[in-house]
């Protein structure tokens, strides 16, 4: 019997994916200063408000979606008894605080629940990371550093949103801002509401089968039995020749198997969360590989 080494590629990245971590770092916690439970007040959870002159920020319990509290928009007139906003005048509130991601902690993920309706592409809620020497103005909105949707709005029950946020703001701080947003006409109440903030970064690493000489053994049988692997975090292998289909982009990962005495093997592969997957077969030991 002989044994096949098999490299499988992916050309486009993964996306909702585990992410091996070898330590985790809490930066905002939900179910404290991240769902506005540490306190009745914005400054209490340690973050600033800077609210336009109607359909303001406020912490409180009028909606929710865990917990005792949450943050949401209101106008003066009940003054976060409710959760509306009036639209014949354009409006853009803020709040904020900085954050400080460690250096070396390369995976960094910002989740929120969020609901609320407004008005399609007009009254909506935005969110950004940017410098510590952007503050924002109430009443205005920012220019540039938006991450996430480009409109969070029309959603009438809780939405879970995760947003991953690029490995080069390790080892810096950044000030993280969710703003409201609504024009002078037309839009349909709730207005926006999100709870349940949480900010975390981790040291990730590359899969375990991310080199030929720990690739992943697989096992023969007569029907093909499903697993989920992933290459994110994945490494381009060095010294092995490039595979010569699928338009490798680097990013591999490994699994062996042995051929059984017929010669015949099939691989099947199922795409959870993939695009363009390609294969490539090599023969030999995990230090001197030939595509067959």
């Excluded at 996306?15 to 330590?23: E, V």
């Excluded at 973050?47 to 005792?68: E, H, P, R, S």
Aim: glycine share 10%; net charge negative.
């Amino acid at each position: 019997m002989s044994k096949k080494v098999i490299r499988i590629l992916f050309l486009i990245a993964l996306f909702f994916l585990k992410i091996n971590a070898l330590h985790a770092t809490v930066i905002i916690n939900p179910t404290g200063n991240g769902g506005f439970e540490s306190g009745a007040t914005f400054a209490l959870n340690n973050w600033t408000a800077l609210n336009d002159a109607n359909n303001k920020w406020y912490v409180g319990t009028f909606a929710k979606c865990n917990g005792t509290n949450a943050v949401y928009i209101d106008v003066n007139a009940t003054l976060g008894a409710a959760n509306n906003y009036v639209n014949g005048t354009a409006h853009v509130s803020h709040f904020y605080r900085d954050v400080t991601f460690p250096a070396g902690e390369n995976s960094i993920t910002l989740t929120f629940n969020y609901k609320g309706q407004g008005e399609a592409f007009y009254d909506y809620m935005n969110v950004f990371l940017v410098g510590t020497g952007t503050t924002p103005i109430a009443g205005v909105q920012l220019a540039s550093g938006r991450i996430g949707n480009t409109y969070y709005n029309l959603v009438s029950t809780c939405t879970s949103e995760t947003i991953n946020i690029p490995a080069s703001y390790a080892g810096t701080t950044q000030r993280l801002v969710f703003s409201w947003i609504n024009d002078n006409s037309f839009g349909t109440n709730p207005a926006m509401m999100i709870d349940d903030i949480s900010l975390t970064s981790a040291v990730a690493v590359p899969p375990v089968n991310d080199d030929p000489c720990f690739a992943t053994a697989l096992t023969v049988g007569g029907s093909c039995v499903l697993s989920t692997f992933t290459n994110s975090l994945a490494t381009n292998t060095a010294g092995v020749s490039t595979p010569s289909c699928g338009g490798y982009l680097g990013g591999d990962v490994w699994f062996t198997v042995v051929v059984p005495p017929s010669g015949a093997i099939n691989f099947d592969s199922k795409g959870i969360a993939m695009n363009d997957g390609a294969m490539a077969v090599y023969s030999g030991t995990c230090g001197a590989l030939t595509e067959i």
